[in-house]
């Protein structure tokens, strides 16, 4: 391969990043890598990190702040950052990020040593304590949950250390094929948050390309806070927006025997998590939940224009010819355990 690499853009999306941002941007403008521009999107911050960038920044060339008028949501953040990227690689990272010095560099190489790779998942570790995971990639289990490789908090091992073939990713540290992403659309801004990047990741496997991690391009990350997963507006998203999105991705995705297989027992076992939190006395949960499983129903139509869009426009491979390199068994209980424990909806 040539090691001239080419231009590539940054994408941070920030909402109420405290110090937090500064420490991410110094980081990453310490990247060693020739040509790269960073995009800073707010959404709409009322905590005065913005400013603090505004100030201690103010003199970065590479450095182009966009301001939205308000919290537009994870997918509409990201799309308005790629919108202002004019590199041939669009890098995703969280605001509670900091980056190793060649993390770009090892991502891209990647994907310059195998063309038909359009994304690539960091590997994204502790950054409290980086001999520990956050999170390496998904892989999609016969009943169309995510099945993450290693569990959070995972010592980094043998299998955080090869690159490997993945299904799915976590927009906190990821890097995709600019034109790829062009080809299938960006993220769908019906997902405010949660399994936009698994749809997106979807799409890139059904447009012939392939979704990798790369164990050599490592992003340190904060996320991995117990309390950010138990207070009631982080059970509120993953409960409702989690349902909500499984339910929508594998609509829109899944090919018509995969879509009959794996739809209706999903479904059935969304109605069973939410029954089983009602039981318990979890009312609100069990109504969320429940809620987003009729945004599909209530939606479906407009879901099913998207669908077609997708196998028509999109799709250029069958699910038999990727699913059997990104799918794993599962038994119902893990699902059971993953499904109820405390706060634990966004990493179904």
Known sequence: ?????????????????????????????????????VILVDNSSTDGSLEQVKFHFANEPRLKIVQNSRNLGASTGRNIGSNHASGKYIAFL??????????LK????????????ATVQCKLVLMSNPSRLDYIGDFISQFGFLVQRVPLGALDGEISRRTTLIFGVKSAGMV???????????????????????????????????????PSSIVY??????????????????????TKNYITTILKNADGFTLLRILPIHIMLWFGIAI????????????????GIIYNLRHFRSTWRKRMMVQRYVRTVPDKTILPQVMVRISPTYLYEKATSEGSGWNL
């Open 221 to 242: 990350h904060d996320f991995g806070q117990i309390s950010k997963l138990r207070s009631e507006r982080a059970k509120f998203l993953s409960k409702y927006h989690g």
């Open 176 to 214: 995709a094929n600019k034109r790829v992403l062009e080809n299938i659309g960006v993220f769908d801004e019906d997902y405010y948050i949660y399994m936009e990047e698994t749809d997106l990741c979807w799409r890139v496997w059904l447009n012939g390309s392939q979704v990798a991690y790369s």
């Open 106 to 117: 090892e991502a891209v190489s990647l994907m310059e040593q195998h063309p038909s790779v």
């Open 94 to 103: 969280d605001s509670d990020t900091q980056v190793d010095r060649n993390w």
């Open 276 to 291: 089983w939190h009602f039981a318990r006395g979890r009312t609100q949960e069990g109504t969320w939940i429940s809620r």
């Open 1 to 37: 391969m040539t090691h001239a690499y080419p231009r590539a853009s940054i994408v941070i999306l920030n909402y109420n990043g405290g110090e937090s941002l500064g420490k991410c941007l110094s980081s990453v403008l310490s990247t060693e890598y020739r040509d790269f521009e």
